[in-house]
């Protein structure tokens, strides 16, 4: 295993990690309960588009996981801190369960797209006047470009092909601002003040959790669990420094082996 200084922080991802939608991954609370009682600070890193921030952590809650809201650094947060400093009025392409987190902004006569995973608004007529505003010069602004994640009717797509979709329609490239992108985690390590040599990454996603991570001095674990698919681990380069079945053996191998 690899050579690393203090370990102090752990990002944890929640969707396919901790949960799939209303069901718990078998074991987690109680891994995550052994986690808490080490030195280490965590933290929870999400790109779900989903719904906002405040259902997300009810919905935690009612599987008994014991998650805070300022605990919680999601993609949403990242997406609205751009486009206010940016100043603009964002046409938004996210759920309506999601809204709640852009609340107070200027959305009239927008000149910005902002896109997230919105299956009741990825239709022709919306997905035109997108790409209207985007071949004008407006900034299209993906808050990430996930292949697919898993419901629990199975896999599903992601925002990833439809904000493709546009950049291919209007020779426009997008600007990323969750995970896999290095700010998006400089941004939480620097709300519990470290640097990504201190902290280990946890989530099912090989290229936007793990890789991203690792991208910028973190150890990134795969977890087998949620969107996860036989040889993941293999797409990324350098791969997983750790690939577990699941959060718990995750937690244990940290618990064992690196604290």
């Given at each position: 295993?690899?050579?690393?200084?203090?370990?102090?922080?752990?990002?944890?991802?929640?969707?396919?990690?901790?949960?799939?939608?209303?069901?718990?991954?078998?074991?987690?609370?109680?891994?995550?309960?052994?986690?808490?009682?080490?030195?280490?600070?965590?933290?929870?890193?999400?790109?779900?588009?989903?719904?906002?921030?405040?259902?997300?952590?009810?919905?935690?809650?009612?599987?008994?996981?014991?998650?805070?809201?300022e605990e919680i650094f999601t993609s949403l947060t990242a997406a609205r801190s751009l486009v206010e400093q940016r100043q603009l009025r964002p046409l938004l392409l996210v759920a309506d369960s999601a809204l709640e987190d852009f609340s107070g902004m200027e959305t009239s006569e927008p000149n910005a797209v902002v896109i997230g995973l919105a299956p009741d608004h990825f239709n022709?007529?919306?997905?035109?006047?997108?790409?209207?505003?985007?071949?004008?010069?407006?900034?299209?602004?993906?808050?990430?470009?996930?292949?697919?994640?898993?419901?629990?009717?199975?896999?599903?797509?992601?925002?990833?092909?439809?904000?493709?979709?546009?950049?291919?329609?209007?020779?426009?490239?997008?600007?990323?601002?969750?995970?896999?992108?290095?700010?998006?985690?400089?941004?939480?390590?620097?709300?519990?003040?470290?640097?990504?040599?201190?902290?280990?990454?946890?989530?099912?996603?090989?290229?936007?959790?793990?890789?991203?991570?690792?991208?910028?001095?973190?150890?990134?674990?795969?977890?087998?669990?949620?969107?996860?698919?036989?040889?993941?681990?293999?797409?990324?380069?350098?791969?997983?420094?750790?690939?577990?079945?699941?959060?718990?053996?995750?937690?244990?191998?940290?618990?064992?082996?690196?604290?």
């Amino acid at each position: 295993m690899a050579t690393r200084r203090a370990l102090k922080a752990v990002l944890i991802d929640l969707s396919g990690t901790l949960h799939v939608e209303d069901t718990a991954v078998p074991g987690a609370q109680d891994a995550l309960n052994r986690l808490r009682q080490s030195s280490v600070a965590v933290k929870f890193v999400t790109n779900t588009t989903k719904e906002c921030k405040r259902n997300l952590v009810e919905r935690l809650h009612s599987l008994n996981f014991d998650i805070h809201e300022e605990e919680i650094f999601t993609s949403l947060t990242a997406a609205r801190s751009l486009v206010e400093q940016r100043q603009l009025r964002p046409l938004l392409l996210v759920a309506d369960s999601a809204l709640e987190d852009f609340s107070g902004m200027e959305t009239s006569e927008p000149n910005a797209v902002v896109i997230g995973l919105a299956p009741d608004h990825f239709n022709y007529q919306t997905l035109n006047k997108a790409f209207r505003l985007v071949l004008d010069g407006a900034p299209l602004i993906a808050i990430h470009k996930a292949r697919y994640y898993k419901r629990k009717d199975g896999l599903a797509l992601g925002p990833g092909p439809f904000v493709t979709g546009l950049e291919y329609s209007t020779g426009c490239q997008a600007t990323v601002v969750g995970k896999p992108e290095g700010t998006f985690f400089l941004e939480a390590l620097k709300d519990i003040g470290c640097c990504p040599e201190e902290a280990i990454m946890i989530g099912d996603d090989a290229r936007d959790d793990v890789g991203g991570a690792q991208n910028i001095g973190m150890l990134g674990i795969l977890v087998k669990t949620g969107k996860y698919r036989v040889g993941d681990e293999g797409k990324i380069n350098p791969p997983p420094y750790l690939t577990c079945d699941s959060f718990t053996q995750a937690v244990d191998h940290i618990l064992q082996h690196i604290l």
